[in-house]
């Protein structure tokens, strides 16, 4: 039994600075880009259907936007992009018939692992909504089968805890930072979330401006940060204030990676009609995922107990030097795309 317990710790430490070394590294540069898309559609008054569609740059799959029975072009499509977004616009002539009742599907969707967020805004002004997955990649407009998608925010939170490697590695930071003590490691946990729930909230409701770019960079200087702080001699230890106040350290940081929760969320847009009760679920889905990856760290690091200091220790500093190198490359890229955006 102790050798079984010896192997399960060796898999999944070594798991964790496996996943750090070549997991995190393919994100791209912004890596709190959503891999959701926005699909708002707005009927106009002479009977023209305007549709906006934006896709995050991470997004590689093709995906298309169509509609049946099929209207004409009216506006050819207009490209752009901006803040790691690609914007597609254009409008359609739906002659033989209203706009309400036809359908439209995103094709590509069932092997891109994208999840649509649809608005349709008909000529009266009603607006419906609707989330459109791989197993129901159509929307009947302006029917009853509309669905509010308010509760969608909830997992589209959680998805961009899972996909975004710089937070999770900053999480993976605070618990080498602080170990099992269980009492300082729920504190500098809840002031984290504390941080970024604030500035999300703020920056979501626009009562913050800030250049998306340059919070990106700073991002990943905090992980780079953390690295360099939590591997710090123990002699050192008492001059670093992330080792003597890491619930401060953990605040301020927390401020900065709320900040790229809410460009992340911006991809999407909330609901007019229910941004508070989206953002809550955002926020919560956030803190689901959060959750659940402490929890498994804690799994990890229980499970290491049979594993000699110095092994647990080699361990240790292998994942904070893979954070080191890992955000220091994440600081060149988003540094080096200010530059190229200017």
Known sequence: MKYMGHTIAMLLTWGTVLWAVFVAPITPAGAHEMRSALLDLREEVNGDLSVDWRVGANVTSPLKVEI??????AKLPALSEQNHIRRHTWSWTCSGGPVAGRT???VGLKDSGVDVVGRFEDRSGVLHQRVLTASE???RLGTVEDKPSVWSYLWIGVEHIILGPDHLLFVLGLVLLVGMRWRTL?????????????TLALASLGWVQYPTRAVEAIIALSVLLLAWEASHPLERQ??????????IFALVCGLLHGLGF????SEIGLP??????????????????????????ALVISQSGHLTE???QRVRMAALYAMGIISSFWLIERVVSIFDAG
Do not use: I
């Open 262 to 265: 809410a460009g992340a969320l």
């Open 272 to 297: 007019a009609d229910a941004v508070l009760g989206a953002l809550l679920l955002f926020n919560l889905g956030v803190e689901a995922g959060q959750l659940a990856f402490v929890g498994v760290m």
């Open 137 to 139: 990649p159509w929307w």
């Open 104 to 106: 439209v599907s995103v």
């Open 186 to 198: 729920l504190g500098v946990v809840t002031s984290f979330t504390l941080g970024h729930s604030v």
């Open 238 to 247: 008492k001059e670093s204030l992330a080792w003597r106040r890491p619930w």
């Open 68 to 73: 049946s029975p099929s209207c004409a072009v």
């Open 310 to 312: 110095a092994t647990n």
